[in-house]
T-cell receptor
Framework: DGGITQSPKYLFRKEGQNVTLSCEQNLNHDAMYWYRQDPGQGLRLIYYSQIVNDFQKGDIAEGYSVSREKKESFPLTVTSAQKNPTAFYLC????????????FGPGTRLTVT | GESVGLHLPTLSVQEGDNSIINCAYSNSASDYFIWYKQESGKGPQFIIDIRSNMDKRQGQRVTVLLNKTVKHLSLQIAATQPGDSAVYFCAEPTGGGNKLTFGTGTQLKVEL
């Protein structure tokens, strides 16, 4: 089956620890994205990548880092510098950037205590 | 600046009725719009899109209307079913078309 996978679905960490969220796609999409969603809120863009080995900051990149070493993979690291890391994190991919539909993974719910 | 927003945060409808979810946008140069559905605890799901050279586009039980004069977008769901209960987002390309900006979202609740 083609699609986007995120793992794990639920993740718990202690404050001060870095944590990496996985995102893999087999849709052969060039562009990939990371969003953060807080309860009752919309999606806010953290980072996006239009091509391998290149990525750009979104609207709320502080405290996060990404890499794009492979077309299929776009992992997100939530660092200890992120003040409020507890949230629902969504990964998406698309074939041609914004002017086509983005397809989303199932999300990872991160809880930091 | 560019922004996408929704008029109503929550919409309650009776099962079988039609639902209309609205969205306002501010960038008159926007040429593409998408509607997403997000069920609780899941990722958003693509529903339908429309390009600015169209006023209307129909899918299965859904219709999107675009009024470029007043920069307004709407999603109509016919014969609303309990499975339609979700948050609906509109989105448009920004940043030179390299990314999407999402509206706040409207919670649709279907009452039996």
């Amino acid at each position: 089956d083609g699609g986007i996978t995120q793992s794990p679905k639920y993740l718990f960490r202690k404050e001060g620890q870095n944590v990496t969220l996985s995102c893999e796609q087999n849709l052969n999409h060039d562009a990939m994205y990371w969003y953060r969603q807080d309860p009752g809120q919309g999606l806010r863009l953290i980072y996006y990548s239009q091509i391998v080995n290149d990525f750009q900051k979104g609207d709320i990149a502080e405290g996060y880092s990404v890499s794009r070493e492979k077309k299929e993979s776009f992992p997100l690291t939530v660092t200890s510098a992120q003040k409020n890391p507890t949230a629902f994190y969504l990964c998406a991919s698309s074939s041609t950037g914004g002017r086509s539909g983005q397809y989303f993974g199932p999300g990872t719910r991160l809880t930091v205590t | 600046g560019e922004s996408v927003g929704l008029h109503l945060p929550t919409l309650s409808v009776q099962e079988g009725d039609n639902s209309i979810i609205n969205c306002a946008y501010s960038n008159s140069a926007s040429d593409y719009f998408i509607w997403y559905k997000q069920e609780s605890g899941k990722g958003p799901q693509f529903i339908i899109d429309i390009r600015s050279n169209m006023d209307k586009r129909q899918g299965q039980r859904v219709t999107v209307l675009l009024n470029k004069t007043v920069k307004h977008l709407s999603l109509q769901i016919a014969a609303t079913q309990p499975g339609d209960s979700a948050v609906y987002f509109c989105a448009e390309p920004t940043g030179g078309g390299n990314k999407l900006t999402f509206g706040t979202g409207t919670q649709l609740k279907v009452e039996l």
